[in-house]
């Protein structure tokens, strides 16, 4: 009893508070019973402290002080002794029980201290107080790091600008060179310094208005049509390019043509038509045509000598391609292939009604990724502080930072990437380097007039290769493509809306901009038939 009461008084000497009460306010009160000094902790209403657990009830006994029977002072008989006696020891046991409660409790809060999973209940107001400094260090640390990011982008802005300017200079210094070959170099140097000084930041970019007609000088490149795959002997692919409409099939030899799609006789158009022998059939009159554009048949009359136009055609690695410009084709094609080790999953072809320079813009961006492909491939992503992309000081390709994905804008209309990847839909590693396995991306956008793109899609993997003779899973590879391209279409249709509309949709481009800035800086000095092009080296 003595050990009782000793932990009893060392419990109310360390004032511990005890959540089990049932009232918030407890206190103590001290008895003295016989020779020894007894310490009670006890709710407001007299009652034991309400803890819900199995050896509550061993100490839920009433206490007996209100029934002790008033005989201080008094002589008592023996039944009267008796019935004293037998209160004490009813009060010595609710006492011992009272005791044996609090050093449980005691038990209980030296554990909570000790055990790692309890340590969120010692201590709350050093927790308060530990959490507070906490937040106010944090909220510094907040604010420097927004500083830093502040400067960083408005350094890479500046550097990006910058980068822009000195391109335009270079275009301006040939072209002044070109004209006035007597004007001295310090002339030249001081009036493109005062053309830079009168430009306004990030004022280089213009791209607003309807969209103008094509420059003859964007025709002059090989441009990729169709997959071999799609062309069979006796069918035929009606095609736009250029806003001039145009039909390719395969002629008696197997090789692919590309020919007008109007008949010279009454202008139907051929692909209502069908394949003959190597020759396509006008469903009108008859007249066929083989691949070259000339009219070699011509039923119920006499043969003229009557010829289509025809344009230069080529296939290569399982596509077709055609040369519309009017300059001499190119000696060779660039190569689409993927690289080695990748196997081509999935050709899927669509027309989109879009523009294809916006088309484009889209595809040279990757930082719209995790706020527009939420539901599909960049699902999960996380939003980075800071994007970049990395490339050399002159060239079209490089790769992204912090996105393990390769990138290439190829002349006149291809975009190639290679996408680092785990498992569909997750990004591992800060470069394609670092990841076991790869997707590789071809998209060719083929302007099929000012407001359509002719879009060719290649998918290739360098894993899985068992994927590729599941059945039917070319559908499920374009149900897949067309999410993807849903989603950037509502918002690619959106700013075409507002480029007819005058709106300038490069109004600000910033540093995670740089490829699509120099696919618009290219395309500009092609428009204007500049004689070297930048970023060809």
């Avoid at 394949?275 to 070259?292: A, F, K, L, M």
């Avoid at 970049?388 to 002349?411: N, V």
């Avoid at 083929?446 to 793109?453: E, G, I, M, N």
């Amino acid at each position: 009893m003595t050990a009782i009461a000793t932990a009893t008084a060392a419990a109310i000497s360390l004032s511990l508070p005890f959540s089990f009460c049932r009232s918030t306010k407890s206190y103590t009160r001290k008895f003295v019973k016989g020779s020894f000094r007894v310490f009670a902790v006890y709710g407001e209403e007299g009652g034991i402290p309400d803890k819900k657990s199995s050896w509550l009830t061993l100490f839920n006994v009433e206490d007996p002080r209100t029934k002790v029977p008033q005989s201080k002072g008094k002589f008592l008989d023996a039944n009267q002794a008796l019935e004293v006696a037998r209160y004490d020891l009813q009060y010595c046991d609710w006492r011992a029980r009272q005791d044996v409660l609090t050093i449980m409790l005691l038990h209980e809060k030296v554990v909570e201290v000790f055990n790692p999973l309890a340590r969120d209940y010692k201590s709350i107001g050093t927790m308060k107080k530990e959490l507070a400094e906490l937040q106010e260090e944090l909220s510094q640390a907040h604010n420097q790091v927004h500083i830093s990011e502040a400067r960083v982008s408005a350094a890479l802005d500046k550097l990006a600008y910058m980068e822009v300017l000195v391109n335009d200079r270079l275009l301006q210094e040939r072209s002044t060179a070109e004209s006035d070959c007597s004007s001295s170099s310090a002339s030249t140097s001081t009036g493109l310094l005062n053309t830079v000084k009168s430009r306004q930041p990030r004022g280089t970019l213009n791209v607003s208005g309807p969209v103008q007609d094509y420059s003859s000088h964007l025709k002059n490149f090989w441009y990729p049509v169709a997959f071999s795959a799609d062309l069979k002997n006796d069918t035929m692919l009606p095609i736009d390019c250029f806003e001039q409409s145009w039909v390719i099939f395969r002629g008696t030899d197997g090789k692919p043509g590309c020919v007008q799609n109007t008949c010279a006789h009454r202008a139907c158009p051929l692909d209502l038509g069908s394949v003959n022998e190597g020759r396509i059939q006008c469903p009108y009159h008859g007249w066929e045509y083989s691949t070259d554009g000339k009219c070699e048949k011509m039923p119920s009359t006499r043969l003229l000598n009557v010829k289509i136009k025809a344009l230069p055609c080529f296939e290569q690695e399982g596509m077709i391609w055609i040369w519309p410009g009017n300059d001499p084709p190119a000696a060779t094609l660039p190569s689409l292939l993927p690289p080695s080790g990748f196997q081509i999953h999935a050709e899927i072809v669509m027309e989109l009604p879009v523009e294809h320079g916006l088309l484009l813009d889209n595809l040279l961006d990757l930082a719209h990724a995790p706020f527009t492909h939420t539901s599909t491939f960049a699902k999960g992503w996380s939003v980075p502080s800071l994007v970049k992309f990395l490339t050399p000081a002159s060239g079209l390709q490089g790769y992204w930072d912090p996105y393990p994905i390769d990138m290439e804008f190829r002349p006149p209309c291809m975009v190639l990437s290679t996408i680092g990847i785990s498992k569909p839909g997750k990004l591992e590693g800060q470069s394609t380097k670092q990841c076991s396995t790869h997707l590789h991306q071809l998209h060719v956008c083929l302007p099929a007039s000012r407001q359509k793109t002719r879009l060719l899609y290649r998918m290739s993997l360098d894993f899985a290769p068992l994927l590729k003779h599941i059945p039917f899973m070319q559908y499920v590879w374009r149900h897949f493509a067309e999410q993807v391209l849903n989603e950037d279409l509502r918002l690619v249709l959106g700013q075409q809306d507002r480029m007819l509309n005058g709106a300038n949709i490069w109004n600000l481009p910033v540093s995670y901009d740089k490829l699509g800035v120099r696919y618009r800086i290219w395309r500009d000095a092609v428009d204007s038939g500049a004689k070297e092009l930048p970023f060809s080296k």
